[in-house]
């Protein structure tokens, strides 16, 4: 199955050209439904046996390069349409595909009876396409052609109703706002590649590696690769300072922000440091500015989660602040716990969108959790779905979150210290705090919606992708059991993965000078946080509403700045948007173009105009003058001489 | 091949096939429009025998013809291709007959003289690129000029006399020069040789030998002469004028072949003619192709007009070509040369969509459009495939050739600092940015405009018009090799001119290399 891995990534090409050139004339959903997902499906199966071909070999055979053909040789560069199998691509390949293909079957359900139903399923054929590239390829470029692609997907998604009106603006601005930030992510990604180029003389992952640990490279040039990969990892994968995008995204439908906004492609950056790991190993100080940057992005995230009303934001700036975490992973060196994060996450946090994705339907479109309530009895299956994903990511054991954001959070203290532990562990009990708000004022307390909807439970197309997911943030973190558990067998999961980090991890030589007792007692404590949290959101939300509503009041400030992302949007607007487009519009094109270039043109003709125009009254025909002139010019000529004698 | 008749054979073609269409009378413009298309299909087929007999695996010139023109002067007509000017050779034939039929309704006046003109025009651009003669290649090149005149003069817009005017003399300005230093060349070469002559390739060993300050003010005429045509900043000025004025073939014409002229000048003569030279200017003009980059996309963002945005547009994609000619790394030149084809293909498409939709509305102004996805999704996903390619989507074209050069830049020893790349490398933000805020503003929203409604989809001959241009759009994108090794001797051989590569010490370079 190894060998054929290069079809989970025509597969989905394949369906992404049936539903995109004949969809609009297949008059059956189901049908398009079918094509779509089944193509998905069939790459997970695949996936699923290459995974077990995999683990079946042993350890120095794991990894292998398929090649289809090669698509730029030019001087000393030559890269190819190449896939690389080994521990690292599979995970993610499995995740992409198995999650994917449950979202493409609830998505038959939840696009129902809408105009664009074929170009939706197209979308997402050609997202998971340009995702599959992403985590397969061999090489940096053909990984920026997923890294483009499926920013480019993003955009088409988040602009799929693009007549409508978002917030205070359009679909059609977010979808171009990801787009641009994704680009000047891009931008730097390229910049990194360059030098990569300039200076290993490669772009093939194998090669660059191998030559990272052989070659005699300045740390700074390290540096600087590292730095100039990681803005690109800011772009796609939502950190500060270009996480701007995300909470936009959910302009999209409700699928889209589950797969894309939330369980794959945000989780793009994530991958490809992790990928990188060597690279980053080498610039110590660039792995510190990650992990602050990931600290910072998971708390601030957190923040703004707490004061949102809209159920698709919470969700949107929790995920920002998840992905804050599996950066801080990277940043202290515990990759496969990132790694390990990814997954775990996109099977909660999938969930959670696909369940707020059945309350909106219910609720008629409506996302105001203000205007929720009390749903638990009219749809107990997205109910106690939405609890466990609720539970998962707030970290209570034994679910799949747990197990993964602990050992971030143990790996923060132990490599780095404890001021990134207390960070992380603050975040955790902010997440607790409002993901329990979400959910009481959704399912719980008082109905507070208007006698015109009718709640219902979504149908079973929709609830069984809920329960399969639900399944998977249960057991999922099982994977991973730490070692002060499982015992001699050690991590699963870490073991998996080693081998793609050993030299990374060799390089970084952590002394774990903590002993189980410690690991346990932190271990402990943070369940205490997160316990502790959703105690309190009970309190607030379900027994003393008016808490919330005196603090908001008495802390109207800091509420306001909370509600209103602390400004970032308006700022970024102020200072570099309006500036550019103004000079460019009343400066460079109305005057530098318009009147310096062509007035110097236009005033050169002019010039040559009316020196012709006054030369000409010279040549005026009349003999008189001409002798005039004659006799001036003797005359003049004559004093020259005499002056000059 | 070394020598052949092909190259004759194929400028022939449209040279006398447009005395021909002389010979029809008015009422016949069926009749004129299908021969037309079928002796541009001709030439097209010609040069894609040339392609077939093509050996990549030769840097030299080949298809060689050549006989006396001028005896007294040792002038010659003296025709012959390599690498770089097949591909530019390809693009021309190919996009001839698109183009023509692209205005089977634009046009609808004067049908007899406007197929002559084009005809000619492809005689001209064809001739400037097979020319291995000086003297011949400057006929070519001021010959090239009368039919766009007339076509912008007499098909053009509102202001077409004012654009064409400052068109030609712009032009006219700058091939002066190149005159005055070409004659001034061809009689350095007396020295040396003993006799007069304007072979390009007997010029090619004797220039370096010419004492460097003269070889300076050589290089200015010739890179002027070619920079006005690229444009390079801040020479630009006639392009958008001319651009809007033009009609949609003219316009396609100008983009997609006519600013290659320019870039492929700086390449087959200023390069090879005067390495030590180009090797010192590379700095400053890399610079004014950078400020070009930038300069070109921000100014196209605030565009009102469409056609006009993607006039600006092509300031911004030329120098990106003008960039990747003076890092003069193997890869950079490979990449724009790629490019210029790129650029031709997606600014040619994105110029036949701006005449399709103003055929209909009568309108270039953005904010006259909007919503219009929804009464015409053909024309909305073409207008996307084409501002993705121009965007430089990775899997699409556009790409292929930015990459290359920015990366040949990055490292380029010539230029000696990341800086160059690093500014020029923004320009693929700002090309998403002109590029999407457009379509967004035409095609996404609701319907605003009551006027819209109504709107006709893309016909048939529309869409025979744009889907060869797509298909390379995309072959180009994955499998880009076979255009590639074309030209990948032929660039190696003009970078080996330059500069010795083992000479260059990284360290200059403001980056230690890696030892092993």
């Not at chain 1, 199966?45 to 120095?60: K, S």
Request: glycine letters at 8%; charged letters at 10%; hydrophobic letters at 55%.
């Amino acid at each position: 199955m190894r060998d054929l891995i290069y079809l989970t990534v025509i597969l989905p090409l394949l369906g992404f050209l049936i539903n995109g050139i004949f969809g609009s004339k297949i008059k059956n959903e189901k049908l398009i439904g079918i094509i779509g997902s089944g193509v998905v499906g069939i790459s997970f199966l695949i996936a699923l046996g290459a995974f077990f071909e995999t683990l079946a070999l042993p350890l120095e055979q794991r990894q292998k390069i398929v090649s289809l053909f090669s698509w730029m040789v030019v001087g000393k560069l030559n890269v190819s349409f190449a896939f690389q199998v080994d521990q690292l691509s599979l995970v993610m390949a499995l995740v992409v595909t198995g999650v994917g293909f449950i979202i493409h079957v609830y998505s038959i359900g939840y696009m129902h009876g809408d105009k664009g139903y074929w170009r939706f399923f197209s979308y997402m054929n050609l997202f998971i396409f340009a995702m599959m590239n992403l985590i397969l390829a061999d090489n940096f470029v053909l990984l920026f052609l997923g890294w483009e692609g499926v920013g480019l997907c993003s955009y088409l998604l988040i602009g799929f109703w693009y007549d409508r009106k978002f917030e205070k603006s359009t679909v059609a601005e977010a979808s171009k706002k990801a787009f641009i930030v994704n680009r000047v992510g891009d931008f730097g990604f390229l910049l990194g590649m360059f030098l990569i180029f300039m200076t290993f003389g490669s772009l093939n992952f194998n090669e660059v590696f191998s030559r990272a640990v052989s070659f005699n490279v300045p740390a700074y040039v390290y540096g600087f690769i590292a730095i100039f990969l990681f803005i690109g990892a800011t772009g796609k994968s939502a950190q500060i300072p270009l996480f701007v995008w995300l909470p936009d995204a959910m302009a999209g439908p409700t699928p889209v922000s589950a797969l894309i906004h939330a369980a794959t492609m945000v989780t793009a950056g994530v991958y490809m440091v992790a990928r990188t790991s060597i690279i980053y190993a080498s610039a110590p100080q660039i792995m510190m500015v990650i992990a602050i940057i990931g600290a910072l992005t998971a708390f601030f995230a957190a923040t703004i989660g707490i004061v949102q009303n809209d159920i698709k934001k919470v969700l949107a700036y929790s995920t920002v602040s998840q992905l804050g975490y599996m950066f801080l992973a990277m940043g202290v060196g515990a990759f496969s716990a990132g790694i390990f994060h990814v997954m775990t996450h996109a099977f909660f946090k999938a969930l959670l969108f696909l369940a707020a994705g059945s309350v909106i339907h219910a609720m008629h479109e409506e996302q105001d959790i203000q205007k929720f309530g009390g749903l638990k009895k009219y749809m107990p299956r997205t109910h106690i779905t939405f609890l466990i994903a609720a539970l998962a990511i707030s970290g209570i054991p034994p679910l799949s979150g747990f197990f993964s954001k602990d050992e971030i959070l143990w790996f923060s203290f132990a490599n780095s210290g404890l001021f990134l532990w207390i960070i992380g562990a603050g975040t955790a009990m902010m997440t607790a705090f409002y993901m329990f708000r979400l959910y009481i004022l959704t399912f719980d307390g008082k109905e507070r919606f208007g006698k015109d909807k009718h709640p219902h439970e979504s149908p079973a197309v929709i609830t069984i992708p809920l329960i399969v997911l639900a399944v998977l943030s249960v057991i999922g973190g099982f994977v991973g059991i730490p070692e002060v558990f499982s015992g001699e067998h050690g991590n699963q999961f870490h073991n998996w993965l080693a081998p793609i980090f050993k030299d990374a991890d060799r390089k970084l030589a952590h002394f774990n000078l903590y002993s189980h007792s410690t690991e346990i007692l932190l271990m402990v404590l943070s369940v205490v946080f997160a316990v502790s949290a959703i105690w309190f959101a009970r309190y607030v939300y379900l027994k003393k509403p008016s808490i919330a509503s005196d603090t908001a009041k008495r802390f109207k400030g800091l509420y306001n700045l909370l509600w209103n992302k602390y400004f970032v949007d308006e700022v970024y607007d102020a200072v570099i948007i309006n500036p550019i487009v103004k000079t460019s519009k009343s400066f460079l094109w109305q005057i530098a173009d318009n009147k310096i270039i062509d007035g110097v043109v236009n005033g050169t003709a002019k010039l040559i105009d009316i020196f012709s125009v006054n030369i000409r009254k010279l040549q005026n025909g009349v003999a008189q003058f001409y002798a005039l002139v004659m006799v001036l010019g003797i005359v003049a000529a004559f004093f020259w001489i005499i002056l000059s004698l | 091949m070394e020598n052949s008749l092909l190259l004759t054979y194929l400028i022939l073609t449209p040279f006398i096939g447009s005395f021909l269409i002389l010979f029809f009378k008015k009422g016949q413009e069926h009749l004129i429009r299908y021969t037309a298309l079928a002796i541009s299909t001709i030439a097209f087929i010609i040069s894609v025998i040339i392609y077939f007999q093509f050996d990549s695996a030769n840097a030299g010139f080949q298809f060689i013809d050549k006989f006396h023109w001028i005896k007294g002067l040792n002038i010659h007509y003296h025709v012959g291709i390599d690498g770089m000017s097949l591909l530019l050779v390809l693009l021309t034939t190919f996009l001839t007959p698109l183009t023509l039929v692209s205005s089977w309704s634009s046009i609808e006046s004067k049908v007899k003289e406007f197929t002559f003109f084009f005809l000619m025009l492809e005689v001209g651009m064809l001739g400037v690129f097979i020319s291995l003669d000086l003297f011949l290649f400057y006929v070519f090149w001021e010959a090239m000029l009368i039919p766009m005149y007339f076509i912008i003069g007499i098909w053009g817009g509102k202001e077409r006399i004012y654009a064409a005017v400052k068109f030609f003399i712009y032009t006219m300005f700058g091939s002066l020069l190149m005159l005055v230093a070409l004659i001034w060349l061809a009689v350095y070469a007396i020295g040396p040789l003993g006799y007069f002559t304007t072979n390009l390739i007997e010029l090619y060993a004797v220039s370096p030998q010419i004492p460097i300050d003269i070889q300076t003010w050589m290089f200015i005429a010739f890179a002027f002469s070619f920079a006005i045509k690229v444009p390079v900043f801040p020479l630009h000025t006639w392009l958008p004028d001319a651009h809007v004025q033009a009609p949609t073939a003219g316009s396609v014409i100008l983009a997609g072949v006519l600013l290659k002229m320019g870039t492929y000048g700086l390449l087959r003569f200023n390069l090879p003619l005067f390495p030590e030279v180009s090797v010192a200017a590379a700095p400053y003009i890399s610079i004014l192709a950078i400020i070009g980059i930038i300069y070109g996309a921000l100014v196209s963002m605030v565009q009102t007009d469409i056609k006009k945005l993607v006039a600006y547009s092509s300031v911004s994609h030329l120098g990106f070509v003008v960039l990747g000619i003076f890092a003069m790394t193997q890869e950079s030149i490979q990449g724009a040369i790629i490019q210029m084809v790129n650029h031709g293909l997606s600014t040619g498409a994105l110029f036949l969509l701006v005449g399709i939709i103003y055929e209909r509305t009568h309108t270039r102004e953005i904010s006259d459009y909007g919503g219009i996805a929804k009464l015409v999704p053909v024309f909305a996903f073409a207008l996307m495939f084409a501002s993705l390619s121009s965007v430089g989507l990775p899997g699409l074209n556009g790409f292929i050739g930015e990459f290359l050069i920015l990366l040949g830049s990055f490292k380029s020893p010539v230029l000696g600092s990341w800086w160059f790349t690093v500014f020029a490398a923004s320009g693929v933000i700002f090309a998403a940015v002109y590029l999407l805020w457009m379509y967004q503003r035409v095609v996404y929203g609701e319907v605003t405009n009551p006027k819209l409604n109504g709107l006709k989809d893309m016909n048939n001959r529309e869409i025979f018009v744009l889907f060869p241009i797509f298909i390379f759009i995309v072959w180009i994108g994955i499998y880009p090799s076979t255009f590639l090794k074309v030209s990948d001797k032929s660039t190696a051989k003009v970078v080996k001119q330059m500069y010795n590569p083992e000479k260059i010490n990284p360290v200059q370079m403001g980056l230690i290399q890696s030892t092993k």
